[in-house]
């Protein structure tokens, strides 16, 4: 995870998941703890913009969400703008970043777990903007499904059941469910339900006002919109964790 995501979370960091903590075990630790030099300077250069645009976003979601929750007369409509393919870039980079970290998956290290990957797909992906057909960003909510936002960030591989190949990552930011594939070669047939592949807009409202997060992408693909209403409280028997 990027250094300048993990700085808005403030000094001190509370993680749970990592291969040596017991289940439900939290480490108390700071960003620097969590983050690694492992890229030349060249590489770090060049994909630093990534980290910069994912910041943004990161730190508009977070803000729309405030801004909902205050009292205000305002009925305007607040517009967001960011680049839907440097964030999905910046999902694929994290991605490479888990399989080579001590990230969990069964509570061993990521690469001890894994039967197959194609790390070739995902560079080429990243240099080459090379993807396989239904590979990609993808935002997971289904029609009438309700989740709950949270201050937080999780992360988890994206392994295929059967073969148990590594083709991505799944993402949670503040509760908003997305994942990255790299790799489509053992998945199911098209469409998967609940899963929007590059939206182009996703919608947040409530106490009558609306944050818009627009996302750009290359010209040729269609725009699709995905609308949330914001409420507070307990949340519905039915609601989606942030996993």
Not at 54 to 63: E, M, N, P, S, V
Not at 106 to 129: C, H, M, P, W, Y
Not at 211 to 222: I, K, R, T
Request: with cysteine; aromatic share 10%; charged share 25%.
């Amino acid at each position: 995870m990027s250094k300048a995501i993990l700085g808005e979370f403030g000094k001190k960091l509370r993680v749970e998941g990592l291969p040596f903590l017991s289940p439900g075990e939290a480490l108390e630790t700071s960003a620097a703890s969590l983050t690694a030099t492992i890229l030349c300077r060249r590489h770090n250069e060049a994909l630093s913009p990534l980290d910069q645009e994912a910041k943004i976003f990161f730190t508009q979601l977070r803000d729309g969400g405030h801004d909902l929750d205050r009292k205000s007369l305002s009925r305007k409509p607040t517009f967001h703008l960011a680049s839907g393919q440097m964030i999905e870039l910046w999902m694929l980079k994290v991605a490479c970043g888990l399989f080579h970290s001590v990230g969990a998956a069964n509570d061993r290290q990521l690469l001890r777990t894994i039967s197959d990957v194609d790390l070739g797909k995902a560079t080429r992906a990243l240099f080459e903007n090379r993807w396989d057909d239904r590979a990609g960003m993808y935002f997971m909510g289904d029609t009438g499904q309700s989740f709950v936002m949270s201050p937080d960030i999780m992360l988890a591989p994206l392994l295929e059941d059967r073969t148990n190949r590594f083709c991505g990552v799944q993402m949670s930011l503040l509760g908003y469910m997305f994942s990255l594939l790299f790799d489509d070669q053992a998945l199911s047939a098209w469409p998967w339900p609940g899963y929007i592949r590059r939206p182009s807009e996703l919608v947040l409202s409530g106490n009558r006002r609306s944050h818009h997060f627009l996302m750009s992408w290359p010209a040729g693909y269609p725009d699709i919109i995905v609308n949330m209403h914001r409420r507070k409280g307990r949340p519905p028997p039915d609601a989606r964790p942030p996993r």
